[in-house]
């Protein structure tokens, strides 16, 4: 499975931004793709999960202002973010997890202005 993240970008604070992940090759059975971000100097943290089934999990920073989607036509997994604030700038990476194998794709950046 190979993974291509795009739609970072700068916004100011109470912004929006949409971001893409777009998964190719063997990308059948993959159970899980999520979003995790890494802030300067912070561990890499989940944003957000969605399952096969379509079953989602956010962090409770994210709750209510971020929705991860997956259009399994498109083998895309999005990631709306509504309501950003400062402290969500990171560089956001997405993954799948394909029975025990997790990929990464590469980061993108999102900075958001106060």
């Known amino acids: 499975v190979q993974l291509q993240a795009s739609g970072g970008g700068f916004v100011q604070a109470g912004g929006s931004l949409r971001l893409f992940c777009a998964a190719s090759?063997?990308?059948?059975?993959?159970?899980?793709m999520g979003w995790y971000r890494q802030a300067p100097g912070k561990q890499r943290e989940l944003v957000a999960i969605?399952?096969?089934?379509?079953?989602?999990s956010y962090a409770d920073s994210v709750k209510g202002r971020f929705t991860i989607s997956r259009d399994n036509a498109k083998n895309t997994v999005y990631l709306q973010m509504n309501g950003l604030k400062p402290e969500d700038t990171a560089v956001y990476y997405c993954?799948?997890?394909?029975?025990?194998?997790?990929?990464w794709g590469q980061g993108t950046l999102v900075t958001v202005s106060s």
């Open positions: 090759g063997s990308v059948s059975s993959i159970n899980a």
């Open positions: 993954n799948a997890i394909k029975l025990t194998v997790v990929t």
């Open positions: 969605i399952t096969s089934g379509g079953s989602t």
